[in-house]
């Protein structure tokens, strides 16, 4: 895998953060569990908590799992051709990682507006006057995780024309 640079420490970074995420959450969970077992009280807005996060941990993680090659996708034609003619395969390689710089431009581009608005008009999720939590972090973390994917997609697709061209990468 080429190397991300700048972009592939904040995405390392972005991605420790989820894990972190990721923690709490079982903890918070677990309690939550416990509480309703043993106590016969709940935590309020685990289940709302829960929804929400793990939507942005995707985000938080997606341009790791991609900057370092564990973003899934299938490789068995792509595995044959680097043996049999590299040249194609970097080729094919450029076309998708263009493709999906393509496709997380289209969704930074729909993301945006729904972020506005739930900035501007106070989206959460909840129950009012019992638990809400605001939507507008985790639309937050939709589009910066979307534009650091779209630019770890670039990098890896100049790396990919590179190997085309001749050069190494």
């Not at 995707?58 to 900057?67: D, E, R, S, W």
């Not at 999906?100 to 930074?108: C, D, E």
Request: glycine share 10%; net charge positive.
């Amino acid at each position: 895998m080429p190397q991300t640079g700048l972009l592939g420490r904040i995405a390392a970074i972005a991605s420790a953060v989820g894990t972190a995420w990721i923690l709490l959450m079982m903890v918070l969970v677990n309690a939550d569990v416990i509480g309703r077992a043993a106590l016969s009280a709940p935590i309020r807005g685990v289940p709302e908590f829960v929804g929400l996060s793990i939507v942005g941990i995707v985000f938080l993680q997606a341009g790791h799992a991609l900057a370092s090659g564990r973003f899934t996708r299938s490789d068995a034609l792509l595995d044959q051709l680097v043996q049999r003619r590299p040249r194609v395969a970097a080729g094919l390689e450029a076309v998708h990682s263009l493709a999906g710089a393509a496709f997380f431009s289209i969704l930074a581009w729909a993301l945006w507006p729904r972020l506005l608005r739930a900035i501007e008009e106070g989206d959460y999720v909840g129950a009012a006057g019992d638990f809400t939590l605001p939507v507008w972090p985790i639309r937050v973390l939709m589009v910066a995780g979307s534009v650091m994917v779209i630019g770890i997609y670039l990098i890896l697709a100049a790396a990919a024309l590179r190997r085309v061209a001749g050069g190494r990468s």
